[in-house]
């Protein structure tokens, strides 16, 4: 069946701009993550999202990220007034009902220039 | 706060050789612990998932370990291929929550 699916796989912005990045997660499944890989560094979590629960958003870095998700399906990420430092690849992961297996998309290597 | 770390940051070995990947984690309190590979480009693919009350996890070539009381997972990959050469990261979830804490990942080159 689909996999986690993302897009843009690519994205390149000006300093300043807003952006949004998207996550189609795998149908039927509750539970979906948001996550940074910086250039040399781990995998940080961003903010997860479980059901009709409110989204953990402890990881979000600053008040310029937020994220959605809508009908408990697609999940939109959002950056706004973009940072060098925001560039990094943002991937997206779903589980059947929060917590292992998960199941990551390819992701979105966002650039700032 | 739950820390991940994984030795070495990079191995390169011929091929055939059997491959020993490390994974530390400071706190034992651990729900289960999850290796993935990722390849260039590419996302994460789910290896291994090794339950807390698990002690080994097999898939293949891949034998994964947990030692929880000492906070350390091993994943020995055995017989290696040039197709191996990917990154591997390890990852816990703590029992406080559902949030996966990954180590910096062990890039691994396997010379034909």
């Known amino acids: 069946g689909a996999g986690v699916s993302q897009s843009p796989s690519n994205k390149v912005t000006e300093k300043g701009k807003d952006v949004e990045l998207r996550c189609d997660p795998i149908s039927g499944h509750t539970a979906l993550y948001w996550y940074r890989q910086s250039l040399g560094q781990g995998l940080e979590f961003l903010i997860y999202f479980q059901g009709n629960s409110a989204p953990d958003k402890s990881g979000l870095p600053s008040d310029r990220f937020s994220a959605e998700r809508t009908g408990g399906s697609v999940s939109t990420l959002t950056i706004q007034r973009t940072q060098q430092e925001d560039s990094a690849v943002y991937l997206c992961?779903?589980?059947?009902?929060?917590?292992?297996?998960?199941?990551f998309g390819n992701g979105t290597r966002l650039t700032v220039t | 706060k739950q820390e991940v770390t994984q030795i070495p940051a990079a191995l390169s070995v011929p091929e055939g050789e059997n491959l020993v990947l490390n994974c530390s984690f400071t706190d034992s309190a651990i729900y289960n612990l999850q290796w993935f590979r990722q390849d260039p480009g590419k996302g994460l693919t789910s290896l291994l998932l090794i339950q807390s009350s698990q002690r080994e996890q097999t898939s293949g070539r891949l034998n994964a370990s947990l030692d929880k009381s000492s906070g350390r997972s091993t994943l020995y990959i055995a017989a290696s291929q040039p197709g191996d050469s990917a990154t591997y990261l390890c990852?816990?979830?703590?029992?406080?929550?559902?949030?996966?804490?990954f180590g910096g990942g062990t890039r691994v080159l396997v010379k034909p």
């Open positions: 992961a779903s589980s059947p009902e929060g917590g292992p297996p998960l199941h």
């Open positions: 990852a816990v979830i703590g029992t406080a929550g559902n949030k996966l804490t």
